[in-house]
């Protein structure tokens, strides 16, 4: 199965290729069925929870939320660790406990064991650390990654083909943890990204903390 996913800094969106369409994919939570994936990590001593588990344990206040781990990816290696409280976990480890529990709520939802092949949503500005430490984890939860694209210029692409537009066509995104756009010259079948960018540090969790 061939699966877009846009890691977001708050929330998860995974979407199916479905003979020309793409239907989001939807989660069963605590509150519901929901069409979105939390990036929330819970953490108590040596004990770890993710996405919806994490969730569940926010009112808790003997475990600590991390909430936009993507952020850390920015200034991150393999190698690199994260205090919490008295204790620091590999950012790469918790990564990638977060991309296993993706897969595993989408093995329960698709109900399927073939192949999850994705193509994966990365900021404009991402570094190459950031895309490198995006691709492994995906890749060691079990993801078979094809390729990375920024996430303006798949939105651009997907508009654009859609709505078989030709020209130029310019898409921002003002996502939980960032601010990018691209520039994406469309023809009849083709397209090239023009030019992409963005603000690493400028979203709704930067507006959250303003008020």
Not at 111 to 122: D, F, H, T, W
């Amino acid at each position: 199965m061939k699966l877009g996913i846009d890691f977001g800094t708050t929330r998860i969106i995974v979407a199916a290729a479905d003979r020309g369409n793409y239907p989001i994919l939807h989660f069963e939570s605590p509150e519901g069925v929901c069409d979105w994936f939390p990036s929330l990590i819970a953490i108590r001593g040596g004990e770890l929870r993710y996405g919806w588990d994490a969730a569940e344990l926010q009112a808790d206040p003997s475990w600590t939320i991390l909430r936009s781990i993507k952020r850390s990816l920015e200034d991150s290696g393999p190698q690199t660790l994260l205090p919490v409280g008295d204790r620091e976990f590999p950012v790469a480890a918790l990564i990638g406990g977060l991309t296993l529990a993706l897969h595993d709520a989408l093995r329960k939802e698709i109900g399927s064991k073939e192949p999850l092949e994705v193509m994966l949503g990365v900021p404009a500005n991402a570094n190459g650390n950031q895309r490198f430490l995006t691709m492994d984890a995906f890749q060691s939860a079990g993801f078979r990654v094809l390729g990375l694209l920024n996430e303006p210029s798949a939105a651009a692409v997907e508009f654009g083909h859609r709505y078989k537009l030709e020209g130029r066509l310019l898409v921002y995104d003002l996502g939980g943890g960032t601010f990018d756009a691209s520039l994406v010259e469309m023809g009849e079948g083709v397209h090239t990204v023009l030019d992409a960018d963005g603000i690493s540090h400028f979203g709704g969790e930067d507006f959250d903390l303003t008020r």
